[in-house]
């Protein structure tokens, strides 16, 4: 099943996974070379830490190389969604109760940021917002209680 993501979200994995594979595989490479020298391996700490960090490291090699083979790459910039959010939609909404205005991009799971205005395309907000155009009510069930956001705009950028 193909994995919603933006340009930028792609972009950002395939600079992470170029790092793990150039840079990151390296180190820790070194690093165990370094603890095999330094002799008996049973109590040797730094050996043990280089191994964790080198599972680790291979982990999320793969875990990102599947992400990206699975990855459906949307440009915001080429949507034409005729004024309804859908994914890549930055999306300027007004909270009926408190007036209080938010500007949110919807994207994929990983990269979601609420502190840059991300959100994830699988948050209650976003599923409440989706399909929905300039002028609507999106009502999102939270923990605090149902909250509706009047949508000011939608932009594709």
């Given at each position: 099943m193909p994995t919603p993501m933006t340009r930028r979200g792609a972009e950002?994995?395939?600079a992470e996974l170029q790092r793990l594979k150039t840079v990151d595989r390296h180190a820790v490479i070194q690093?165990?070379?370094?603890?095999?020298?330094?002799?008996?391996l049973s109590e040797n700490a730094?050996?043990?830490?280089?191994?964790?960090?080198?599972g680790f490291i291979e982990g999320r090699i793969k875990e990102i190389e599947?992400?990206?083979?699975?990855?459906?790459?949307?440009?915001?910039?080429?949507i034409n969604a005729d004024?309804?959010?859908v994914f890549g939609a930055t999306v300027e909404l007004a909270d009926e109760n408190s007036g209080e205005e938010a500007v949110y991009q919807i994207v994929g799971d990983d990269e979601a940021d609420l502190k840059l205005g991300m959100i994830s395309v699988s948050s209650p907000i976003a599923r409440a917002l989706i399909g929905k155009e300039a002028g609507d009510v999106a009502r999102v069930v939270a923990p605090g209680g149902v909250r509706s956001y009047e949508i000011v705009k939608v932009r594709y950028a």
């Open positions: 950002k994995l395939r690093a165990i070379a370094e603890a095999r020298a330094q002799g008996d730094e050996y043990e830490a280089a191994k964790d960090r080198q599947g992400k990206l083979s699975s990855a459906q790459v949307i440009d915001p910039a080429e004024g309804r959010v």
